[in-house]
């Protein structure tokens, strides 16, 4: 494959699915992320790889076609749900079609790959965020497996990952519903292993939940909680205070090409994104349980939503991007990452705290961001 840089490689795997051959494996690099390698004795140099690769193909940026406030009327979805609970809604309504619903999981390890499910009960591994890129393994194949049998597909992922699924089946599906969420970048699948090692002292099998976004604390201030056998909790701790969240939020252990991301803006091609609605300033539509942002990205996202009956309030795209500015942006790289990652090389996590503590912001940013909060 001819990418310019190795490092623009977002590990989408649409060049694993699409290889007939099986020539390409997606392997793990020194820090924990998946890239293509391939068996150039199985090769047969189809071109197939670079057709459906969405960094040598990128899509036009464009801004939405119409932005929304939303919140599932379910108090309890809501409540395990990391923002207003639409993923939940937007999935029912594909089941009772008969449909077939993609997401991120945790699997018996805690490692984050992505699956389906045919019914409402399966949903509940979906729900909530998980800030570690997941492995999306054979549900490329899967997806393009059930479109083709006429049913309803909703497959949900981070941007590169619908832009991946949508080059690898190279048409549009009238059955298919693709929804991406705002991405502020993805950590290391590695750091996340050994950080479950360090706190549940190589007891990882003990872990019965992990939740990153907990609301017992409020939607703004969520506690991350990581729960063990008989109730009794690893972590259970305010997101400032925890050392996986810091890392990942100060940009530490991102993807290398979450600096340069090539499916923001729209460019992914999903229906519809979904993120938490920050800044909704609208005491009637945020009362601190979390409320969902729905970017509408395509006409037949629109026909779908309206068809979902969702509780939702027009707003404008400049108030939602106020503060969620990854919908656009990308993620500046921290100056810290090389010694990070020398340090996490030769140590692991032990005194990484001492690299967390130079990143803290300066006063001045600190009054900025208070006075943009009043906005």
């Known amino acids: 494959m001819k990418i310019t840089s190795l490092t623009s490689c977002t590990g989408c795997s649409a060049c694993y699915s699409v290889c007939v051959k099986s020539a390409i494996t997606m392997t793990e690099n020194s820090e924990g992320f998946l890239y293509p390698r391939i068996d150039a004795s199985k090769c047969i140099e189809c071109g197939k790889c670079e057709k459906v690769c969405p960094i040598l ?12 406030a939303a919140i599932n009327p379910n108090e309890e979805i809501r409540r395990e749900s990391s923002s207003g609970g639409i993923f939940t809604m937007l999935a029912e309504f594909i089941l009772d079609k008969g449909g077939v619903v993609f997401g991120a999981r945790f699997n018996e390890q805690w490692e984050v790959v992505h699956d389906y499910t045919e019914t409402k009960d399966g949903l509940a591994p979906f729900r909530g965020s998980k800030y570690v890129q997941s492995n999306v393994g054979e549900t490329f194949q899967q997806a393009k497996a059930f479109l083709s049998q006429g049913r309803k597909v909703m497959y949900t992922g981070t941007p590169c990952q619908i832009a991946g699924l949508r080059r690898f089946l190279g048409k549009e599906y009238g059955n298919l519903l693709t929804v991406d969420v705002v991405c502020h970048g993805v950590p290391s699948p590695l750091v996340w292993r050994d950080y479950l090692r360090s706190v549940t002292s190589n007891k990882i099998e003990q872990i019965t939940s992990v939740k990153f976004r907990v609301k017992s604390t409020g939607w703004k201030n969520y506690s991350v909680k990581i729960s ?98 990854s919908i656009e942006k990308n993620v500046v790289k921290n100056k810290f990452i090389t010694p990070f990652w020398q340090q996490y090389h030769n140590d692991g996590l032990n005194n990484i705290q001492s690299l967390l503590n130079k990143t803290k912001p300066s006063i001045v940013k600190r009054l900025y961001r208070y006075l943009r909060s009043l906005i």
């Open 57 to 68: 193909h990128t899509e036009q940026a464009h801004k939405p076609l119409n932005v929304y």
């Open 228 to 325: 063990g056998q008989e109730g009794n909790p690893f972590v259970n701790e305010p997101y400032r205070q925890n050392l996986f969240m810091q890392l990942f939020l100060k940009d530490f252990c991102l993807r290398p090409s979450c600096h340069t991301c090539p499916a923001k803006s729209g460019k992914s091609g999903s229906d519809l994104t979904i993120a938490d609605y920050w800044g909704i300033n609208d005491p009637d539509w945020d009362d601190d349980r979390g409320t969902s942002l729905i970017l509408v990205q395509s006409c037949q996202g629109q026909q779908l939503l309206d068809s979902c009956d969702i509780p939702k309030k027009q707003t404008n795209y400049e108030d939602a991007f106020i503060h969620n500015p």
